[in-house]
């Protein structure tokens, strides 16, 4: 076989991940699309959960709990792990979490912080434990999204029960019980 462009010896086809044009020239396909062997062409990825790196055979699905990130909803380059605070279904979608609800990194939902005494603002990672002394409110008894002192004259357990004092006891703002009025 000849070695200058007049003289080939020999055609193999265009390895993966590159494009060829009926010359000697193979070039790589760019991150977000992809060949197989012997393309002549490149095709992108053609959907927003799909992504690869320069050079890739096949597009890679991007799992729940992760997002897609690159040129744009054709042509996704990366797959990364979803940011804590957010739910992720494998999409460029990063969706943060409402007040009263959690995820930690790599999330696919937010999940309801789960217990009256329990709450969250939106885009938490965990939700967090109300004090005795003071009361949620808020979303549902699954979902608070605020705790604050307990008012006075009343006491407070954590939840969102507020107990006003009985007669002859008192308290003064952000206690979890009431004392007589003669101590």
């Not at 939700?127 to 005795?132: G, H, N, P, R, S």
């Amino acid at each position: 076989g000849g070695t200058d462009d007049t003289t080939r010896g020999k055609c193999g086809a265009c390895k993966e991940g590159h494009k060829c044009d009926g010359s000697s020239t193979e070039t790589q396909c760019e991150a977000g699309t992809h060949a197989v062997g012997g393309q002549q062409a490149c095709t992108d990825c053609g959907s927003d959960n799909k992504y690869s790196a320069a050079g890739a055979g096949t597009c890679t699905v991007c799992p729940a709990g992760s997002f897609t990130d690159g040129v744009d909803s054709n042509t996704r380059t990366t797959c990364s792990e979803c940011p804590a605070g957010h739910s992720c279904d494998g999409s460029s979608t990063q969706t943060q979490c409402a007040a009263g609800t959690q995820a930690a990194a790599g999330s696919s939902t937010c999940t309801a912080c789960g217990a009256d005494d329990q709450y969250s603002e939106a885009g938490a990672a965990s939700c967090t434990l109300c004090a005795a002394g003071s009361a949620t409110s808020g979303g549902s008894a699954t979902t608070r999204d605020t705790c604050a002192a307990c008012p006075e004259g009343h006491k407070c357990d954590g939840s969102s029960t507020r107990t006003q004092c009985e007669a002859g006891t008192h308290a003064a703002g952000g206690q979890q019980a009431c004392t007589d009025c003669g101590s």
